[in-house]
């Protein structure tokens, strides 16, 4: 297994003052700490898709060929209305083949006490009909707005040890499934 | 994670059994992981859906070499 663990992390709102892109950068560099990890930011504001059509009629290239590398997805996620932002919902729709066996693991992002935990039940089934293989351990960002100083520096570092079990979740989940996808026939 | 795995299943468990795909990319063998149905590619041409499953039973393929992902239609290939 020469090529590194491949993980990117999606940010999945668009919507002005974003508390989850702090939420991101902070994922991005906690992955970039480990070895043998890669990663980089897909922002669903940067994927130009029209809003005339939907699914994988309307697959942005460079989205398509970044998933397709990818052995598993980070997905930051706000709660809106109980619900997840639509556009991700455009954005994700728009792949398929791209998905199936890889590792996702979801970090919700609320401004209340409950860090998106409704949004995180409310996407599980979403990302399983995509045919991803959600982890057991989530990210849940209470306070968002709170949460972190100017710079996007994080004010409370229980958070570090906590998304430190998250990714070690997510990428034990991206090795077995590259694995599996590239060794491990379908009887 | 990887060495544990080859000793469970064996390096190349299932690999080349019949009908490996050949990765358009890189050339390498490519491993069927899994099966998906596509109904959306049976509406647009109904002679090819599976009465079965009510769409077009897809492979899933991935390159061993480069991680490639394509996909074939199951049965085609005698698999």
Redesign the interface.
């Known amino acids: 297994m020469d090529r590194p663990i491949f993980i990117p992390v999606i940010l999945g709102t668009a919507r002005q003052g974003r508390a989850s892109e702090h939420v991101a950068h902070f994922a991005l560099e906690e992955i970039r700490k480990r070895d043998g990890v890669t990663t980089e930011l897909i922002d669903v504001r940067e994927i130009p898709l029209t809003t005339q059509d939907a699914g994988e009629a309307i697959k942005h290239g460079p989205f398509a060929e970044t998933v397709a590398r990818a052995d598993g997805l980070l997905l930051v996620v706000p709660e809106y209305n109980h619900g997840y932002p639509g556009l991700l919902k455009h954005v994700l729709d728009t792949n398929l083949k791209e998905y199936i066996h890889k590792a996702v693991g979801i970090c919700g992002v609320s401004a209340g006490g409950f860090g998106g935990t409704r949004v995180v039940e409310n996407l599980l089934p979403v990302l399983r009909e995509l045919g991803l293989v959600t982890i057991f351990w989530d990210g849940n960002f209470s306070g968002a707005q709170k949460l972190f100083d100017a710079d996007g520096v994080i004010l409370d570092q229980t958070y570090v040890r906590r998304i430190d079990q998250f990714l070690k979740e997510l990428i034990w989940m991206a090795t077995v499934l590259r694995y599996g996808r590239e060794h491990v026939a379908l009887q | 994670?990887?060495a544990v795995?080859?000793l469970i299943?064996g390096?190349?468990?299932?690999?080349m059994?019949k009908n490996t795909m050949m990765c358009p990319k890189c050339g390498d063998p490519m491993?069927?992981?899994?099966?998906?149905v596509d109904y959306?590619g049976a509406l647009e041409d109904p002679a090819i859906a599976s009465s079965d499953f009510g769409g077009l039973l897809?492979?899933?393929h991935?390159?061993?070499g480069c991680?490639?992902?394509?996909?074939r239609v199951a049965g085609a290939h005698g698999s």
Do not use: D, M, W, Y
């Not at chain 2, 491993?31 to 998906?36: G, V």
């Not at chain 2, 991680?67 to 996909?71: D, F, K, P, T, Y």
């Open positions: 994670v990887t795995l080859h299943f390096k190349e468990n299932g690999l059994a491993n069927c992981h899994a099966e998906k959306a897809q492979e899933v991935a390159c061993q991680g490639n992902i394509e996909l």
